[in-house]
């Protein structure tokens, strides 16, 4: 098990021929993802690294059996391409395009709740279920299959602490990626669900940062949870970030900062580490206690 | 991206609301020529990017082209919160029977625009009770229906299908046309003045949104960063200036504030925010690294976990800042990820022991710079 | 029992001032219907035959429990009237105005379907459980309580049969107008389903007429149906209405014509009456076998 | 409402869709001075609203002006299909590689738009195999993204990127924003030149949806209607001339079907389809009668259910045509419903006995008018 993409996910990359599109459809062949097709207007009917390539995600529909597509075409295409892998009928569209306009990724992410898919990013490393499938970006070698769930909004801030539990050989169930921008697809207690219902997983790791509420939400679900949350917030030393007037000032009353983050976590029974690389020790003492 | 008042008034104006008569002027003479050709009190507010201009002081208010003169050379004279004053826009002195507050931007807990509207406008909206506080979210598939303004208008107390109810649902249908169609984050009029029947925006505060500049191209431009931050961005860095004297680059939003909060654990300062992220090469890292140095910083700490980015690029960036600039301070160096062992073979040669973990290197250099 | 509304349905009338929506409102109390609360802005916390008036309908929903709205204003302001009831969530919305603009009708359509709610017409004489609750536009003296579910486009023609069902004292569960025009929320079959499950309806009047594809849509659902089902199909031998062009001719491929409605129908085992006042007939001997 | 092909071509160009160059002229002196000014080859096409102009004779070409002087003055003298020809468009005569064929229209099952498009375009769309009828109804909420059209594009076997692939999503993009901004019901281009990379709408075909005509303002009018029509209509009646003897006035269109098929039912022929529903009062009513009369049918049926109509109106508005015009020919009422008694005794004083069942009415017209 694991959550969202496992071992019978079939994978289709939008924009294949482009820079990052291929250098990453290699990579995630060579993790062992089961990328099926790829698609790039006027390519249609070619095959890139042995895939082949449609003119459109419908037309690759028409042969395959897609399960999620990962965008990989640049920010001023990147809404339409979502769209229409959404309105395709594909459930999980992992964005890893940056620079998205906000109104766009509104867009993305009103359409994938009409039409009940999971929208990943944008902004997004991706999603890796380790051992079975890698959606995105992310370095192939700091992945390794085990107990933990890990949920965070930034990229290299995830690969660290991945990164360092891999070295203690402490490997993770599910890893995703929310995706850095303001406007997501996913909350933390979308998946903080889903992980929750997951056998494989046992301890979940929250990788958060200052600003905004996606903490504060999370927090309301992990008291519910059974099973136990390690939470790092970044940011406690860091610059605040820009503020949208009044109007930002009356929709936060107060709430994204640090301080507020940490006690909603807190009292919501999650564990707290104030630096990135203590979450390995305290993950491995609450495996032992399992 | 910030529009300066002006601007935003402009917009407004073009959307076909309300606004008071006013032209700006870059020196006091003008001032008083536009003040005399408005006729009666005017008003000469200073355009800057500040939000608390009239409580710095840089509104005034002139019943004559004499004392608009006088009052305008003052303002020139003054830095209004930091800023020194370049523009001033001369506006008539509405006459004011009601300060309203309204305004457009995202709700990020709810991934929608959001309406914010209230009776209580003026100086201090921050400091207004909740009660007073309308919020309505848009569903961006629906739109901005007639249905949801006048709702709004409702709540706000005010007599639907009276001339003043009317208007009302105009001005904010209008005003989430131009947040939708401007790419706005914000778009906000405190105070949107009540004056008998009409409705007026006496200021404008509007942030475009900088991923959506590519397809805003009538939409004039405004910098608001320092040179330093703008030479940044323009190498797709992301960099902010504070006040430590250890340099921090680092690759990744996140990495890079858990690099700060680090440092600061430690009990070190830290000079500066910089995310060399995303798959910057070895050129991009070179010029971060000599904008780090700008600063003159006491120490460089080097924090890399390479995905995209690549360690042997970073290496050979630092290597040859080295031996072409001098870096005249100690530089510590973590370095893992991507071509790792060719990085560090790189570093070797210049005389660099890159760390494993960030933790041990972080630990050092605020040693360092102390 | 009865299908879609009762007698403790709680209606709200929009445009509860215009003539229309007056007048209406008094005939629907007069046959029992609940209306508690009606709309018009500007005239809130007013009342109109005791009736208490709002300036919008979220103004109502915040006092009442409101289960179906039926729209009275103006053709230029229904679409917004639609679907400010729409999103207050209401779930079922009766849009009596006619000549409301096509596009307006499919925007309403859409919307409705997202947010799972009814919408009864545009055009249409309205809904009537009968002597339960009538809401819309249909004379109150003919709608008697019974079993026969009656559907239909079109209203006075609908006012015929049931009128000449009533005067032959056999009642009506509901009767639902779907609407005239040719984009409106239900289909036959939307309706048909509820009849089949309604304990009440023991037998169903479908009143069709030519053009469009609904009466061959309903065909489909009838072959499923356990209860009989009588239809007539007016317009045998009326003018043809316009057609579309050729785009029109390609999307109808010959469908829409009374013979091809009456042989769907025919072959999914619907008695078909070849004129109006044979209904009455027909349905005595269907409730006598039953 | 109908257009004209030349007012769906300013539309089109309007939007940026490319149009042969062309004129209209209403003469044919103007006919050759067009001709000469386009220069080369030309098209000469009546303007009528009729479909099948090409084959009925109103579409000629013309080698040079005199040629074209000659074509006009033809044209001018023929009908196209019943319709008199008022005025011609002169256009250049397009260099065809490629006939498609483009439609936006409404999926009434769908209760969706539906984009119809096929690389078989020309005179006999109709005739073509469904394998070369593209459909794609369009969620209205979503719009025409950019994907939508690239995939009908896909379809239609253009390769994508290409510049007529490019050209082609554009042209799909453009008609349906004209299709939902002039509140279309139907938007056709057939045929869609293809003449290298570029795409030229060769014709229109337009139909505006009647109820939307209040807010399309700047849309030009056009009137098919017969003189007759066109008086019911403004009465908000709904009238439709048929070739029998038998006057029909029912209230709802529902019911009047139900009139005419009991009417064939019992072996007469209905001489019109008046439908006065709707709540058509005592004057409308009597209008409407007068208009039954002016056909000079041989007897006269009045069916009517009164729901929101009222039978007394009724009967007052038969009463007074009788008294002031006179009616020569026998009418037959049936008269239920609403104030039914009121009506009925109004009837009774100018020597019309009501029916209680439509049946029974329509037997006795039928006879008398044998």
Redesign the interface.
């Known amino acids: 098990m694991a959550i969202i993409i496992d071992e019978t996910t079939n994978v289709l990359v939008q924009g294949i021929s482009g820079k990052q599109g291929f250098f990453h459809t290699k990579q995630m062949l060579t993790y062992g993802s089961k990328v099926i097709a790829g698609t790039s207007p006027g390519k249609g009917g070619t095959t890139i690294e042995g895939i082949p390539v449609y003119d459109s995600v419908r037309a690759a529909i028409e042969k395959h059996r897609i399960d999620a597509s990962v965008v990989f075409v640049p920010?001023?295409m990147a809404k339409d391409a979502a769209l229409e892998a959404l309105a395709a009928g594909i459930k999980v569209v992992v964005v890893v395009t940056?620079?998205?306009?906000?109104?766009?990724?509104?867009?993305i992410?009103?359409?994938a709740k009409?039409v009940n898919s999971i929208v990943i990013g944008p902004n997004t490393?991706g999603i890796v279920s380790s051992g079975k499938c890698k959606i995105g970006?992310?370095?192939n070698q700091f992945f390794i299959p085990g107990p933990v769930g890990v949920v965070?909004?930034?990229?290299?801030?995830?690969?660290?602490i991945v990164?360092?539990l891999t070295a203690q050989n402490i490997g993770q169930s599910t890893v995703v990626g929310m995706g850095?921008d303001?406007?997501v697809g996913l909350t933390f207690v979308d998946v903080l669900k889903k992980f929750e219902q997951d056998p494989e997983t046992k301890v979940v790791v929250l990788?958060g940062?200052?600003g905004?509420?996606?903490e504060e939400?999370a927090s309301q679900y992990i008291k519910e949870m059974t099973k136990p949350v390690v939470a790092?917030i970044?940011?406690?030393?860091?610059?605040q970030g820009k503020q949208?007037?009044?109007?930002?000032?009356?929709?936060e009353r107060g709430k994204g900062t640090y301080e507020g983050k940490v006690k909603a976590l807190t009292e919501a029974g999650a564990k707290i580490v104030?630096?990135?690389?203590e979450v390995p020790g305290i993950i491995k003492e609450l495996l032992l206690k399992l | 991206m910030k529009m300066f008042e002006y601007m935003g008034k402009e917009i407004f104006s073009k959307y076909g609301l309300k606004v008071p008569k006013g032209r700006m002027v870059n020196n006091s003479e003008d001032a008083a020529f536009i003040a005399k050709d408005i006729g009666g009190a005017v008003v000469i507010k200073s355009q800057v990017l500040s939000?608390k201009r009239g409580k710095a002081g840089g509104i005034k208010f002139a019943d004559n082209p004499e004392q608009a003169k006088a009052a305008a050379q003052e303002i020139f004279e003054m830095t209004v919160q930091g800023h020194a004053v370049e523009i001033l826009l001369i506006e008539e002195k509405l006459k004011i029977d009601k300060e309203f507050?309204l305004?457009?931007?995202?709700?990020?807990?709810a991934?929608?625009?959001?309406i914010?509207a209230s009776i209580k406008g003026g100086m201090d909206?921050?400091e207004v009770a909740e009660d007073y506080?309308i919020?309505e979210q848009i569903?961006?598939?629906?739109g901005m229906?007639?249905?949801?303004a006048?709702?709004i208008v409702?709540r706000m107390g005010v007599?639907?299908?009276?001339p003043l109810?009317k208007e009302l649902v105009r001005t904010i249908r209008t005003l989430y046309r131009i947040f939708?169609e401007i790419?706005a984050?914000?778009v906000?009029i405190?105070p949107l003045v009540i004056s008998g029947d009409k409705v007026i925006a006496a200021d404008s505060?509007i942030?475009i949104?900088d991923?959506?500049l590519?397809?805003q191209i009538e939409l004039p431009r405004v910098e608001e960063r320092t040179v330093v931050e703008k030479t940044a961005h323009d190498l797709g860095l992301s960099f902010?200036e504070?006040n430590g004297d250890i340099g921090v680059m680092?690759?990744?939003?996140?990495?890079?504030?858990?690099t700060?909060?680090?440092?600061?654990?430690y009990g070190g300062k830290?000079a500066n925010?910089l995310d060399a992220?995303?798959g910057t090469g070895e050129e991009g890292t070179a010029k971060a690294l000599e904008l780090i140095l700008s600063r003159n910083p006491k120490a460089i700490v080097i924090n890399i976990?390479?995905?995209?980015?690549r360690c042997d690029d970073v290496a050979r960036a630092l290597a040859s800042v080295k031996k072409n600039i001098g870096i005249p301070v100690p530089v510590v160096v973590r370095l893992?990820?991507?071509n790792q062992e060719a990085g560090r073979a790189i570093l070797k040669e210049v005389g660099i022991e890159a760390y494993d973990?960030?933790?041990d290197a972080i630990k050092k250099v605020v040693e360092l710079s102390r």
Chains 1, 3 share one sequence.
């Open positions: 920010a001023t940056e620079h998205i306009p906000v109104h766009d990724e509104m867009a992410v009103a359409y009409r490393f970006i992310p370095p965070a909004r930034s990229g290299t801030l995830t690969y660290e990164g360092n850095g303001r406007v990788i940062e200052i905004g509420f996606a939400e790092y970044a940011g406690k030393s860091a610059p949208m007037g009044h109007a930002g000032a009356i929709i104030e630096l990135p690389f | 939000g507050y305004a457009i931007t995202i709700d990020l807990a991934k929608r625009p959001v914010i909206i921050e506080i919020k569903d961006v598939e629906l229906q007639s249905f949801i006048s709702d409702r007599t639907l299908n009276s109810g939708v790419d984050e914000l906000e405190n505060k942030t949104d991923a959506a590519y397809r902010v504070l680092a690759n990744g939003a996140g990495i890079t504030m858990g700060l909060d680090t440092i600061t654990y830290s925010f992220g995303g976990f390479g995905g995209i980015t893992v990820g991507t973990f960030m933790q």
